[in-house]
């Protein structure tokens, strides 16, 4: 709250705007903090050790009361990360995160997904980061990212216009996905989310337009990391095996 991070009993307009600067900063170095670790968990070598990490740069965060300290802990970030024994020569697959906002963005109700492809040699990008909504959404029209319209033209023909929700962006989003170079996308959704449900319907034209394979994960409180788990190790495997059936013919087809 404001009082936690101005530490002050009584605040003015000045202390309010302070306030909110520095939490908005500190939403920003979070949001690069999980896109670093999630470069960085794939090819660690103890496992864990990614997650210490990210766990004391958290608790770093969480504690800084002025914007110099979080230039330091942003200065600091890929030193402390460079600690971490990897393997740089292990691969790994790129595969990206779609769907509903909340469960894309909440680690106990996708049932620590990141981390669970991390530890299978996956580098996760997600569609969607808490800093991404703020700006779509909060800020005046002025300040909104421009490149966001040009964005959603991607799931045309498929959803030619808002349906709720991520809807269309998660039909742009394999689009996007399959252009940066990604193998594979997981969609995720909470049962009976409309907006998601007529992003599923069409995901599998996209999927083949795009050669990008995708898998649709429902969550709601039956599932279990054990039965998650299952399922990603198979499209893991598979997305390893389609990839290394892509290589073998671009050699044969060199030679």
Not at 46 to 61: A, R
Not at 120 to 140: C, H, Q, S
Not at 167 to 177: F, H, K, N
Request: charged fraction near 25%; glycine fraction near 6%.
């Amino acid at each position: 709250n404001l009082k936690h991070i101005t530490n002050k009993k009584e605040n003015g307009i000045t202390d309010i705007y302070d306030a909110a600067k520095l939490g908005w900063e500190k939403a920003i170095l979070l949001d690069d903090l999980d896109n670093k670790t999630a470069t960085f968990r794939p090819t660690e070598i103890n496992k864990g050790d990614t997650d210490k990490i990210y766990n004391k740069i958290v608790n770093l965060i969480d504690s800084a009361t002025e914007i110099d300290d979080l230039k330091n802990i942003k200065l600091n970030m890929d030193n402390m990360f460079k600690y971490v024994p990897h393997d740089a020569r292990r691969q790994t697959v790129k595969i990206g995160i779609i769907g509903e906002i909340y469960t894309v963005l909440e680690p106990f109700a996708n049932l620590n997904i990141e981390k669970q492809l991390g530890c299978l040699g996956v580098e996760v990008n997600r569609n969607i980061y808490i800093t991404d909504w703020v700006r779509l959404n909060l800020f005046p029209s002025f300040l909104k990212p421009k490149e966001h319209k040009k964005f959603l033209d991607l799931a045309k023909p498929y959803i030619n216009h808002f349906v709720g929700g991520h809807g269309q962006e998660t039909v742009a989003q394999v689009a996007w996905l399959s252009k940066q170079g990604y193998k594979g996308a997981i969609h995720l959704l909470p049962f009976t989310c409309m907006p998601e449900i007529v992003a599923k319907s069409v995901l599998p034209g996209i999927s083949k337009k795009y050669d990008i394979p995708v898998m649709t994960l429902v969550i709601d409180e039956h599932s279990a990391e054990t039965g998650l788990r299952t399922r990603l190790e198979a499209f893991v495997d598979m997305i390893k095996h389609k990839t290394e059936v892509e290589n073998f013919d671009k050699v044969f087809a060199r030679n």
